[in-house]
Structure formats: C-alpha cells, structure tokens
C-alpha cells in the first residue's frame, strides 16, 4: 500500500506511521527524520537544511524531491510505503505524483490527521518534556518560536493539500484527538483494515 499522512505538527503523523508500518509490513518515508539525518551527518544536504528547519520553514523542494526519489526507489519500498511529512505543498504532490507515473505506480490513499490547535502546542511541549526526562536532545525545531512558523507554514503551504488530494477521491480525514491507540484504530478502518 502506498500512503500518505497529512496532518500539521505535533498532528501524530510520527506516531501512526509507526503503527501503519507494523500492520502493513512497509517502510515509514518520513522526509524530517531524513533531513535530521542529514543535518546530524553534517552533510552538504544537512548545511542547506538546518537553518530552514531551525526556523520552522520549508527546505527547498528540490532538497525534499531527491531524498524521496532516492529513497521510494529502494528495495524495501517496493511493496509499498508511509510518507510522513511529504508532501507538503501542491507542487510536491503533484512531482510526486509524476514520479510516481514514471514508475507505474499509484497512491492508495491519503490520511489526513485533524488536531485542535491547543492541542498541538501540548503535544510539542510534552515530547520537548519526554526527551528531557530521558536525558535526549530536543528537536532544535521544538521551541516556541520554530512552532509557530511551523504551524504558519502548514496553514499556507500544506493545507491546500487537503482539497488537492479530496479532488482526486484520495484523502480520508481521522480524528486526531483521540488517545493514540483509538486513532490507530480509525487509520486502519479507514483503509478498510482491522489491527
Ligand atoms: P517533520 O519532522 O515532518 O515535523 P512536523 O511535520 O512539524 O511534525 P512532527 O514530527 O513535529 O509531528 P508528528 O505529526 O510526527 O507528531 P508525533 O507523532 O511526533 O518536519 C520537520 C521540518 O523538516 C519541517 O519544519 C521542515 O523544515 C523540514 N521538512 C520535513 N519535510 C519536509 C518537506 N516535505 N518539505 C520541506 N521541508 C520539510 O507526535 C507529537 C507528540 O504527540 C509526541 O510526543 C507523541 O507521543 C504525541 N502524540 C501523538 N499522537 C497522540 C495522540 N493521539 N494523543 C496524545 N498524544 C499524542
Ligand atoms: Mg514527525
């Protein structure tokens, strides 16, 4: 199954990749992890990245396009995959949906996780929390100030998405507020699946 997980910040989209990959038995694309990665590695994709990500805004699609590309093309996302975090503005969805094309493939469907604002805030601080208590780095983009550009950038950029993948008969809303395991269950019935 090939599938997308919209949804804004601190949505949960990490969290039921997790699950969806368990269940379906394929690979979470999640295009942040990968970008964290390549900042850690200090890489030439990591240097462009991190002052981006820092601030809570978009990397370049031409960054993001060739880390999927490479990535959708290896062998373990041949029977299918979880993208998390991609696409996240119309003109990477519509590249992916060319490259997808290209390869004679199609998307199954796209989830889309719906969180109250106030929520989302929480959740941020709590993960921020979590890391602490286990003695791990935050994420330098969970910060007060990255957040709210965060949640700005998906208003203006990733929303759009919604009515763009509605218009193609893909896009499956799930109420994101309900505790984790709840959610996994929607996700999956929402496919038609049981867990
Ligand atoms: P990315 O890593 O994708 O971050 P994000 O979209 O801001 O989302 P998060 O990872 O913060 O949240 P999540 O939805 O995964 O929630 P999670 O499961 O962790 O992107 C980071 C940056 O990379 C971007 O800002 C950008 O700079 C760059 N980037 C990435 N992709 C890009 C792209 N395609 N194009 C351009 N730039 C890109 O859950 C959050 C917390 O809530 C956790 O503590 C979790 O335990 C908890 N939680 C989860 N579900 C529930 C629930 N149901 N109830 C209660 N708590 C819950
Ligand atoms: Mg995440």
């Known amino acids: ?14 969290t039921q990749a997790v699950r969806l990959t368990e269940r379906l038995g394929v690979p979470q694309l999640s295009t942040g992890d990968m970008l ?5 590695a200090s890489s030439p994709v990591g240097l462009q990245a991190q002052a981006m990500m820092e601030r ?3 990397v370049s699609d031409e960054i993001v396009l060739s880390l999927v590309a490479a990535r959708i093309e290896q062998s373990d996302a041949q029977r299918g995959f979880v993208l998390d975090g991609f696409p996240r503005t119309v003109g990477q969805a ?12 199609a998307l199954d469907a796209v989830l889309e996780l ?3 604002l106030n929520a ?17 780095a935050t994420r330098a983009d969970d910060n007060p100030d990255a957040f709210r550009t965060r949640l700005e950038t998906y208003r203006e950029q990733t929303v759009p ?17 309900l505790s984790v395991d709840r959610v996994a269950i929607d996700v999956m019935s929402s496919l038609g699946l049981k867990l």
């Open 1 to 14: 199954m090939r599938l997308i997980l919209l949804g804004p910040p601190g949505a949960g989209k990490g």
């Open 36 to 40: 964290r990665a390549a900042v850690a």
């Open 56 to 58: 809570g805004e978009l």
């Open 94 to 105: 519509v590249a992916l949906d060319t490259m997808l094309g290209e390869m004679g493939l």
């Open 114 to 116: 719906q969180v109250d």
């Open 120 to 136: 989302l805030v929480a959740r941020m601080t709590g993960r921020v929390a979590e890391a602490r208590a286990r003695g791990e």
């Open 161 to 177: 998405l919604s009515s763009y993948y509605a218009e193609r008969g893909l896009l499956r809303s799930v109420d994101g507020m």
